[in-house]
């Protein structure tokens, strides 16, 4: 935990242990500090084509369903892929709900960036939606987060997990 600290430390301009009481260290670095907040989500009864190029334009691969600001699943391009288009289902006229993963991993708000990391790691996702304590959706945490606001080592640990996982 020191060296993680004190990597920050040439940013933070203080001490390790002043680092680590800011949150600024990875053990203790809270979501809020690296997430990207106002993120894009689809309602459940979106078209699955409309999706498919909402995620175009926004160059990712899975994108928060909500019913407002609760979160009630993830759907990715591969839910599409397999869930629709290999039953053979019509893209045009199939809806989000048919196609998303519901119940979808989460981390709060104040949790930390080791917490998420482990989930990403664990479940083999490169995006990870976050709640504030009253259940709202407040942001997204992704890899590339991971690696401009977190330390390198987090980002790396959980690509690496992902991508091993992915491969077996």
Not at 48 to 74: C, N, T, W, Y
Not at 89 to 102: F, G, L, W
Not at 141 to 160: E, I, T
């Amino acid at each position: 935990m020191k060296e993680t600290c004190q990597e920050q430390e040439g940013v933070y301009k203080g001490t390790p242990e002043e680092a680590q009481e800011a949150g600024l260290c990875e053990t203790t670095q809270s979501l809020k500090h690296i997430m990207s907040p106002g993120v894009k989500v689809v309602a459940p009864e979106t078209g699955v084509q409309e999706a498919a190029a909402f995620m175009k334009i926004l160059d990712v691969g899975s994108i928060p369903v909500s019913d407002g600001h609760r979160l009630i699943g993830m759907i990715t391009d591969r839910d599409i892929t397999v869930r629709i288009v290999a039953e053979k289902r019509d893209p045009a006229t199939a809806i989000v709900r048919e196609a998303m993963t519901e119940s979808p991993a989460f981390c709060f708000d104040d949790q930390t960036v080791q917490e998420a990391t482990g989930v990403m790691e664990h479940l083999q996702i490169r995006r990870l939606p976050i709640l504030n304590r009253d259940n709202k959706l407040v942001g997204i945490v992704s890899l590339a987060d991971l690696a401009v606001r977190s330390s390198l080592p987090a980002a790396a640990k959980v690509l690496q997990g992902v991508s091993e996982l992915a491969r077996a």
